[in-house]
């Protein structure tokens, strides 16, 4: 049973944050005028990562006073016990390791949880997806025809999908340059239609990758996706019609990475060609399990390795780092402060660079399923506003797009800005500068947000007086600046850790369960019982709500096949 949560509101910090806030008016400008050295005392490092938060609406007494909050909900007890396999997922009764995940082999002392030795299955699992991704690289495995692979799909959804791809289009650089990884996910049946259409089955190996392999998107796409592979392969006088080709075929190309073997081989995996993790391993936080097979295939085992270090840095750091100096503490506790004391509701992750394309995509499920609660790990009402929308594009298109909002709306937006300082493709010619150009708009778009534009300066330039307000830009919109060298697998295993870390910082203030997920069973379930009403069962029709039951109705009336 774990401790009960402190709740935050009654502690000394938060009535003190409370008078604070009541006595500073955010003032960005004068701050910098009247202190030289907020940059240099504002930013901090963290591995590879130089973090920012000079820029942030905050003053030394104010993070002072997050930090005795961070001390006073017990933060540092939390930490540990998350990082000695303590169950402090509660409502699922688990422990939470996804940081064993990325111990380097040979750690010391030796994790042992609850009788398993942990470091011992997840070095073995390491070897196996290593092995597995060294045999696919290399040609050695090959399909049916004896041909390599030259595509590996993923099928999973959620933790089992978002880390997957995002991971995979961040380090497209170093990619093996004969092998491509595509990705399905929705069970609408378009996304495996237009994924496989123009595959050759013969050079296609899926990976089904499913944590419980209960779900339901995942099976029936690993469904219509085996069926693919043995009509496309009997089209092509590639299978015999009969059930020991159909299964030949399935092992050469069918991998499945899950916590449930068993169910892996009902399927007809063989149990070989599967990759376990366990239950303490959050969907969410399974970027860095078996569950990153096919990254591992694509960048190869070495770089999977240096991607595992990266996380690794970050969790030593979080795990030693005193509060007040600790970025992911400090990054979480920031995100209080806009939540529950400047009324923020949404966050943006704006990074610049390509590459980090479906980063922000990642970062909902990992914040949002994370904090979107309403109770406490103990069963009790939260007592404050919780869990903020985490959103974003990559700069500079998101420039054109909604950066309006954030810099003359009337929502305060806490911004996330994450550049490098190398771009990681190879270099053309012109390349450099043009990567130059881009940092360019980088380093101006927080000290727009930060600095603003007065009346006096629009006047200045000459506009006319009643163009004049719509042309001043407050400024004190808040800001965090994430560099790195280069988006290098580790450093991409920094920032994911990075996010991981702020997202616990906060549940562990608000007293929420980061860890379980009991939102996303409802709908789940209505879904079952609705789908029997759209092909013909009346009774389960009649039994809907008006609404729902006039919709379904539209739709039975409109549907043409
Ligand atoms: O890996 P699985 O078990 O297929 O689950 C996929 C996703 O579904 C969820 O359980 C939500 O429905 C996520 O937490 C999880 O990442």
Redesign the pocket.
């Known amino acids: 049973m774990s401790t009960p949560p402190v709740d935050p509101t009654t502690t000394s910090a938060w009535a003190g944050l409370q008078a604070h806030h009541a006595e500073t008016s955010p003032d960005l400008r004068r701050w910098f005028a009247e202190d030289p050295e907020r940059a240099r005392r504002l930013t901090f490092d963290a591995a590879d990562l130089h973090v920012d938060l000079s820029k942030n609406l905050v003053t030394d007494t104010t993070l002072s006073l997050l930090v005795d909050l961070a001390e006073q909900v017990r933060l540092p007890e939390r930490l540990a016990a998350m990082f000695a396999g303590e169950h402090i997922n509660a409502t699922e009764d688990r422990a939470v390791l996804h940081t064993a995940l990325r111990r380097p082999p040979g750690a010391r002392p030796a994790l042992v949880v609850d009788g398993q030795d942990v470091d011992g299955d997840v070095q073995a699992v390491l070897d196996k997806v290593s092995a597995f991704a060294d045999a696919v690289r290399s040609g050695s495995w090959t399909g049916v025809t004896g041909e390599r692979i030259r595509t590996v799909v993923n099928i999973?959804?959620?933790?089992?999908?978002?880390g997957p791809v995002m991971a995979y289009e961040a380090l497209k650089a170093y990619k093996h340059p004969d092998l491509e990884v595509r990705f399905i996910s929705n069970i609408d049946p378009t996304d495996l239609a237009e994924t496989v259409a123009d595959l050759d089955p013969a050079t296609t190996l899926f990976i089904v990758?499913?944590?419980?392999?209960?779900?339901l998107?995942?099976l029936t796409n690993a469904r219509l996706a085996r069926a693919w592979l043995w009509e496309h392969l009997a089209a092509a006088g590639a299978l015999e019609d009969d059930d020991d080709a159909r299964r030949a075929a399935v092992a050469k190309h069918f991998v499945a990475v899950?916590?449930a073997l068993d169910k892996v081989a009902d399927f007809g995996i063989d149990p070989d060609n599967a990759f376990g993790f366990w239950d303490w391993v959050?969907?969410?936080y399974?970027v860095d399990s078996a569950?990153g097979t096919s990254l591992a295939v694509a960048i190869g085992p070495e770089a999977f390795r240096d991607f595992l270090a990266g996380f690794h840095a970050v969790d030593e750091h979080v795990r030693t780092e005193p509060l007040a100096t600790n970025v992911p503490v400090l990054l979480g506790l920031l995100n209080v402060w806009y939540v529950n004391v400047l009324g923020a509701h949404t966050h943006a992750v704006l990074p610049y660079s390509q590459y980090l394309h479906r980063f922000p995509a990642y970062l909902q499920?990992l914040t949002m399923?994370s904090n979107g609660k309403s109770v406490r790990w103990d069963g009790t009402p939260v007592t404050t506003d919780t869990g903020e929308v985490f959103w974003g594009e990559p700069g500079t298109n998101g420039q054109h797009a909604f950066y309006q909002l954030i810099h003359q709306g009337t929502r305060v937006i806490p911004a996330d800005f994450i550049a490098f300082a190398n771009p990681a493709h190879p270099l053309q010619d012109g390349d450099a500068d043009v990567h130059a150009l881009f940092m360019a708009n980088f380093f101006a778009q927080t000290k727009a947000l930060a600095f603003g534009k007065t009346a006096e300066e629009v006047r200045a330039e000459g506009t006319a007086e009643d163009v004049v307000p719509a042309r001043v830009f407050s400024g004190n919109r808040p800001t965090t600046s994430i560099m790195a060298p280069s988006l290098t697998p580790s450093v991409l295993g920094q920032l994911i850790a990075l996010y991981e870390h702020t997202t616990f910082v906060e549940g562990t203030v608000w007293g929420i369960d980061s860890f379980d997920?009991w939102g996303?069973?409802l709908g789940?379930k209505l879904a079952q019982e609705i789908a029997p009403a759209l092909t013909g069962d009346t009774s389960a029709l009649e039994s809907q709500d008006p609404s729902t039951r006039g919709l379904i109705e539209h739709y039975l009336a409109q549907r043409t096949a």
Do not use: N
């Not at 999973?156 to 978002?162: H, N």
């Not at 990758?209 to 779900?215: D, E, H, I, Q, R």
């Open positions: 999973g959804i959620g933790g089992s999908d978002l990758a499913s944590k419980t392999f209960g779900t998107e995942t899950s916590t959050g969907g969410r399974s569950i499920q399923e997920q996303v069973e789940k």
